[in-house]
């Protein structure tokens, strides 16, 4: 018995860092296939049947101005829970702008949702150029992402939500060109 109890801390442990895991970059949906990304249409955001409708919240900028969400409302708006750590989330990013600098004059914007620290978030998005809005927090943007049903705070995670402030769609994981591609001709 005494055997047992020295080995529990060490499992504890290994179990913390399992979850931690799981919850960092990519972590599939419940009920996919491992190494599979999630995709949830409209349809299925709400177990009610009604609508979901986009959540208003206000997180700091890089310049730390507070912004609120609605200020986008009336554009088709990609919301984008990411981090610079986040191999997936880095590697949308180039794609994100170009999508962003094409439609922009059509109404579609992307607002990103750095979960990190400033000083790494401001380096990534100078290097890489990056346009759109990116809005900044930690606890704060993890709960965000939950009102928006990622609800083990993986990364990527990614919510489209129309011009009437219908969430369209969501999606945990890297999103392709296909995905965006295929949501803005539906959507735009």
């Given amino acids: 018995m005494n055997r047992c109890r020295r080995r529990h801390p060490r499992v504890a442990v290994f179990a913390g860092i399992a979850a931690l895991a799981l919850v960092a970059c990519g972590a599939p949906d419940e009920g996919a296939r ?3 990304n999630s ?3 409209a349809e299925t955001v709400s177990a009610t049947g009604e609508e979901f ?3 208003d919240f206000t997180l700091p900028d890089l310049d730390g101005e507070p912004r609120q969400f ?3 409302d009336g554009d088709l708006v990609l919301l984008n829970f990411w981090a610079t750590w986040c191999p997936p989330c880095t590697k949308e990013m180039p794609m994100f702008q170009e999508r962003y600098e094409r439609h922009a004059d059509q109404g579609f914007t992307i ?3 750095a979960v990190d ?3 790494e978030t401001k380096a990534f998005i100078d ?5 759109f809005p990116i809005l900044i927090g930690q606890d704060e943007a993890i709960a965000v992402g939950r009102e928006y049903g990622n609800r083990i705070g993986a990364l990527p995670y990614s919510v489209l939500i129309d011009r009437d402030g219908i969430v369209r769609e969501t999606h945990r994981g890297e999103v392709t ?3 965006l591609d295929g949501w803005l001709q539906r959507y735009l």
Wanted: no cysteine; charged share 35%; hydrophobic share 35%.
């Fill in 34 to 36: 491992a190494g599979e």
């Fill in 39 to 41: 995709r949830v249409s």
């Fill in 53 to 55: 409708r986009r959540v």
């Fill in 70 to 72: 609605s200020e986008w």
């Fill in 111 to 113: 607002v990103g949702v």
């Fill in 117 to 119: 620290e400033l000083t």
């Fill in 127 to 131: 290097t890489f150029g990056i346009e």
């Fill in 177 to 179: 060109e296909t995905d």
